[in-house]
């Protein structure tokens, strides 16, 4: 059962109703769901399909593309000397194939083009030369991948043959916790939200990992089993995840090692000396390709320039491996389940919780009736203080957002209400700005309305980031 995608799907349908033919890139992080959408969307009906073999020979894709060929078309075919050659055995099969439109459906793309072996010029002149040209505009090309950084380089900026010749591209995101929430639904696993939340803290928006979860188990019980257990289905799954998307991971790695110190993030110069890192092109490429990936986040902090840019890890299992799975030093099968009632855990659960907030900010400003206003999210920090989500709206107004995790109804104290006014003071003065700040509590279950109330202008809760 496909849960959500339906904008997707519709981009999707579209090009087999377009007139023209049509060249479509697939792209998203590993475990995203792509090559599910995909067959779902087109019911499994393929006039030709292929993928990739992981960590193939040059020699080792071109007979499974051989064999791709042999399963679509019934006949016996030889193994292709080149991919000029095998493009050019699709280009006969496709031939003797009913008119219509002819879907071709290649999976794992950047796993084809081993060393030398000209996969993309072979690629580019398949479809130039032939399938754009076709009178009959009957070519539907979709090319799918995990390693985004391939497919930005090689697709998506192409300065070849491809340059401008993709006729749509559809990037896949994660679940938002609306759509999660409609997966364990339809799973029967029977979740509340803040079990749902919980998981999502942990697991993101990723499908492939929600597909784990068991019924009948607890979360913490689900995430011992996942994680934490000799045999343990994501136990391995950090290397594996940086490996496949990026050919040489560890500079990748090295950026991410040092945005986990600094929840608030850091810029560009900071984390060239925290990395160790040389500058230049190659550092640029690893920072744009992990934002694609969605593995980090960049905003320009108020009132700063471009170049002020701060760079934040955003990824929620990055976040919960460098945070928990590493701590598990002694390896507690029950790791989760013994540590639920920690302060580790729950220091945890509110930076977790600050990471989902930042990936609804459109569900926030939904609830605050804010959507229709031009507006800006941004981040700020001082010198003592620090504002992790910002709305800078036009009609002169800044949400100051406090994110708070709690399991029962957040109370303000007197000393969290003094705490807040000084750091409203800090950002007034250090930015000069002459907006109205109304500070925006999100929270789990809503803020008591106590004494300290009357410095919250607005709430949202829990239930506010699954609309």
Not at 175 to 196: H, P, S, W
Not at 284 to 291: G, I
Not at 386 to 399: E, F, K, P, W
Not at 401 to 428: H, P, V, W
Request: charged letters at 25%; aromatic letters at 12%.
């Amino acid at each position: 059962m496909l849960i959500g995608r339906i904008k997707e799907q519709k981009t999707l349908h579209s090009l087999t109703e377009n007139s023209e033919s049509q060249f479509c890139v697939v792209y998203g992080r590993r475990r995203i769901g792509k090559t599910y959408l995909i067959r779902e969307t087109f019911n499994y009906q393929f006039t030709f399909q292929h993928t990739g073999v992981a960590r193939g020979t040059y020699k080792e894709q071109l007979m499974a593309f051989r064999d791709s060929l042999q399963l679509a078309s019934g006949q016996k075919h030889s193994t292709p000397k080149n991919w000029f050659e095998a493009f050019d055995m699709l280009k006969e099969m496709l031939h003797c194939t009913p008119e219509g439109k002819k879907l071709i459906f290649i999976d794992e793309l950047p796993w084809m083009d081993t060393p030398k072996a000209n996969m993309i010029g072979a690629l580019e002149h398949f479809w130039n030369g032939w399938a754009a040209s076709r009178r009959e505009k009957d070519i539907v090309l979709i090319v799918c991948g995990s390693a985004t950084s391939w497919i930005t380089k090689k697709l998506l900026k192409d300065k070849g043959g491809l340059r401008g010749r993709l006729t749509e591209k559809i990037k896949v995101n994660p679940f938002t916790l609306a759509e999660c929430e409609q997966y364990a639904n339809a799973a029967g696993l029977g979740l509340v939200r803040k079990d749902i939340l919980e998981a999502y803290m942990i697991l993101g928006g990723i499908p492939y990992y929600w597909s784990f979860l068991k019924r009948g188990l607890s979360i913490s019980q689900n995430i011992d089993q996942l994680f934490f257990t000799e045999d343990a289905k994501l136990k391995d799954e950090f290397q594996a995840l940086y490996h496949i998307l990026f050919k040489r991971p560890e500079n990748y790695l090295k950026v991410i090692e040092a945005l986990t110190k600094r929840k608030a993030g850091l810029t560009r110069d900071e984390i060239l000396k925290m990395s160790k890192l040389k500058d230049g092109g190659a550092f640029t490429q690893v920072l744009e390709e992990l934002e694609e990936c969605g593995f980090l986040r960049r905003y320009i902090a108020f009132g700063k320039e471009e170049q002020g840019a701060v760079f934040q890890l955003i990824d929620n299992y990055t976040l919960f491996y460098y945070h928990c799975i590493q701590k598990n030093a002694f390896s507690d099968e029950s790791y989760w389940t013994h540590t639920y009632l920690s302060n580790e855990h729950n220091a945890w659960k509110g930076l977790a919780f600050e990471r989902v907030c930042l990936q609804h900010t459109m569900q926030i400003k939904q609830a605050l009736s804010i959507a229709g206003i031009v507006s800006n999210v941004c981040s700020w920090r001082g010198s003592d203080a620090q504002i992790d989500l910002l709305i800078a709206r036009g009609d002169n107004v800044i949400n100051v957002c406090e994110m708070k995790y709690c399991d029962e109804t957040y109370s303000i104290d007197k000393a969290y209400a003094g705490k807040l006014q000084n750091k409203l003071s800090a950002f007034r003065t250090s930015t000069s700005t002459r907006c109205a700040l109304h500070v925006t509590m999100v929270t789990t279950y809503g803020v008591a309305h106590n004494q300290y109330w009357n410095c919250v202008q607005s709430e949202v809760t829990m239930d506010d980031l699954f609309r």
